[in-house]
Antibody
């Protein structure tokens, strides 16, 4: 069974770049069984999909963030990454990485525990 | 983008009650809909995928129905551990979108 774990800085200064890593264990990232995704949740609010990457490298982004987001992967290390540029306080959130199962109609069956990222000077 | 509207936004219920949550899509999504349960401080937990299929290990008191634009999640005989927030999610087309959430509280 897959396990996902987010890592990265918990504090980012305004206008700088947020960079997170998701480490996948318990399975391969290259089977095509999953899209790998990032989802965030601002304090007290609902879930927002940021984007996803397929093992081929194809990416899909939320249009509201597309100009600032890059998602990439390193299948040799079983990692995928989130990069969000020019952050503001509105980007403060819990960031989750998740696997969206192709056989589950892209439902997220495995999630990381989440990482709290605060944007503040 | 496909918008998902959940109702109600919150519901008060008691142990043993049955609760139904509705999710309406702004356009047809076939059965590309999932339901999640989220407890405070925790990641969402998948309950239902493909609108009506129970995810592995999820109790049978959870059930999902619907196709096209109208979907429901029903929790029959609420248990104490079911008090949480529930979200629907569509992946018929990118961007993936979530409903606003329904808080089930005592």
């Amino acid at each position: 069974q897959l396990q996902l774990h987010e890592s990265g800085p918990g504090l980012v200064r305004p206008s700088e770049t947020l960079s997170l890593t998701c480490t996948v264990s318990g399975g391969s990232m290259t089977t095509g069984d999953y899209y790998w995704g990032w989802i965030r949740q601002p304090p007290g609010k609902g879930l927002e999909w940021i984007g996803s990457v397929f093992y081929s490298g194809s990416t899909y982004y939320n249009p509201s963030l597309k100009s600032r987001v890059t998602i990439s992967l390193d299948t040799s290390q079983n990692h995928f990454f989130l990069r969000l540029t020019s952050v503001t306080a509105a980007d403060t959130a819990v960031y989750y990485c998740a696997s969206l199962g192709a056989a589950l109609r892209l439902a997220g069956d495995y999630w990381g525990q989440g990482i709290v990222v605060t944007v503040s000077s | 983008d496909i918008q998902l509207t959940q109702s109600p936004s919150s519901v008060s219920a008691s142990v043993g009650d049955s609760v139904t949550i509705t999710c309406r899509a702004s356009q047809g999504i076939s059965t590309w809909l999932a339901w999640y349960q989220q407890k405070a401080g925790k990641a969402p937990n998948l309950l239902i995928f493909a609108a009506s299929r129970l995810h592995s290990g999820v109790p049978s008191r959870f059930s999902g129905r619907g196709s096209g634009t109208d979907f429901t999640l029903t929790i029959s005989s609420l248990q104490p551990e079911d008090f949480a927030t529930y979200y629907c999610q569509q992946a018929n087309s990118f961007p993936v979108t979530f409903g606003g959430g329904t808080k089930v509280e005592i």
